[in-house]
């Protein structure tokens, strides 16, 4: 039984697995590699992902287990595998993720880590080396990328900082590259230094090179990590997510950086918000091409009301971007009829709510869900759109005939995925645009005359 009702088995999971989201976080360190303890089939399945997704090579070390690992444990191929890491790669860090099988057999990766260095560290120069429990039996890759930025946080900020002058710690979630470039881009704008953490900007999404390498430029440098203590402020992006799985209740917490959490800036009401804490941060107002930047939005919004208001959608993905999504169409006039996502993170319903209060009826919210079940709801709801990653397409939008603007992660049946933006008055004006066509494209087709002027 699950929920009172009968369980029978997930069809077609809307997540992914959890070390996967840890990987792609320590993508975002400058020269780090991310390292499953686990077997090569995970890391494989994983680099499958997030190549199709970001078009990029993409390298996760394995510790390569086998059955016999299985039984008599993983911490001398984990222990090996560490050190063919250090002498192929020359990493700075290394991410150490479990896998469900590691966390099956109840590796105990922090003392094998502490064996690690007793043994290796006086004969060897030793990377920063950090770990995250990431079993995915529970859990989304969206908790897994959560907890691998907080493992970051634990391990390696440095304690004793005084004054909190040190560049605004800007804790974003899992974005697009493009979205990385636009936060850096925005601080700037207000003169505000910034460390984002993770930056995958470039490591994900970088310039061809003549030759591979095999730690590509870019990620959050480690000295900048180590003095997030001293951050002036913190801006977190999550409404779902629980407090102790965040790396922002740590920098609080441990290192009283003021911390300011908030929803993924997605349509106008959450990007003003995030406007005005920059502007609260810098003491600065809004610079004049940010404030025309959402004068054009709102002019677009008018412009498109005629096309798009009273239409059904249906959202599902990761959690605080399914809410963002949410909030964004409904401030548009699109009724989001039902809002769904395969985790269970701890406030959805009420997120969900909260966005949508004042402006359409409350969607149906449903977390912890296949595609069966939310195909299963969407043809009794009758949408004109879907909005979601590319897992829907086939199973759902295809299934329905509607058109499926895709948002979020993993993108693989389209191009330039890493390049869309979602966040802030450009990233809202962007995925606008895209709705509003994906809805004009849809008449255009089923058009008898094939209309021309719209
Ligand atoms: S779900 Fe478990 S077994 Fe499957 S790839 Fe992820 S960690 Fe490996």
């Not at 009968?6 to 020269?31: D, H, M, Q, W």
């Not at 290394?94 to 469900?100: D, E, K, R």
Request: glycine letters at 10%; aromatic letters at 8%; hydrophobic letters at 40%.
């Amino acid at each position: 039984m699950k929920d009172g009702k009968p369980y029978v088995s997930t069809t077609n999971a809307c997540k992914l697995c959890k070390p996967l989201g840890a990987a792609v976080a320590f993508r975002g360190i400058e020269g780090c590699v991310p390292f499953l303890h686990g077997s090569q089939g995970c890391a494989t399945y994983m680099r499958r992902y997030v190549i199709s997704h970001f078009r990029e090579p993409v390298d996760i070390a394995s510790s390569a287990l086998g059955e016999k690992h299985a039984v008599y444990g993983g911490g001398p191929n984990l222990k090996k595998g560490l050190l063919n890491v250090m002498q192929k790669y020359g990493a700075q860090v290394i991410g150490v993720a479990t896998t469900c099988l590691t966390e099956t057999i109840g590796d105990d990766v922090g003392q094998i880590l502490r064996e690690f260095r007793a043994e290796f560290g006086q004969e060897l120069k030793l990377p920063e080396l950090v770990h995250v429990s990431t079993p995915s039996y529970e859990g989304t890759h969206m908790e897994g990328f959560h907890a691998a930025v907080r493992a970051v946080v634990e391990q390696l900020t440095e304690s004793d900082f005084g004054p909190k002058h040190g560049p605004v710690a800007c804790l974003p979630g899992f974005v697009s590259a493009e979205d990385l470039r636009g936060l850096k881009a925005l601080f700037a704008d207000f003169g505000l230094p910034i460390t984002l953490l993770p930056d995958y900007s470039e490591s994900l999404d970088g310039t061809a090179a003549a030759d591979y390498e095999k730690l590509p430029p870019g990620g959050t440098p480690v000295a900048a990590i180590k003095a997030l203590g001293g951050s002036r402020a913190c801006i977190e992006f999550s409404r779902c997510q629980k407090d102790s799985l965040l790396a922002g209740s740590v920098l609080r917490d441990t290192h009283a950086v003021p911390l300011q959490r908030m929803g993924l800036p997605m349509g106008l009401r959450a990007s003003d918000e995030f406007v005005q804490t920059l502007e609260h941060i810098s003491g600065r107002p809004a610079p004049e091409a940010l404030v025309k930047e959402r004068g054009r939005l709102v002019d677009a919004m008018v412009d498109a009301h005629k096309y798009i208001s009273g239409l059904k959608a249906v959202v599902y993905g990761e959690e605080d971007l399914a809410v963002g999504l949410t909030a964004l169409l409904a401030e548009v006039g699109i009724h989001p009829v039902l809002v769904a996502t395969g985790g269970e993170p701890a406030r959805f319903e009420e997120e969900v709510a909260a966005v949508t209060e004042g402006l359409v009826p409350m969607p149906l919210a449903l977390k912890g869900v296949d595609f069966y079940d939310i195909v299963d709801q969407a043809k009794t709801l009758a949408p004109d759109i879907v909005v979601g990653n590319s897992k829907g397409y086939r199973v759902l939008a295809r299934e329905l005939n509607i058109p499926l603007v895709r948002v979020g992660f993993p993108i693989h049946d389209r191009f330039g995925a890493q390049r869309v933006r979602h966040i802030g008055y450009a990233g809202t004006q962007e995925l606008f645009d895209r709705i509003v066509n994906a809805v004009l494209e849809k008449r255009q087709e089923e058009s008898p005359v094939g209309f021309m002027y719209i």
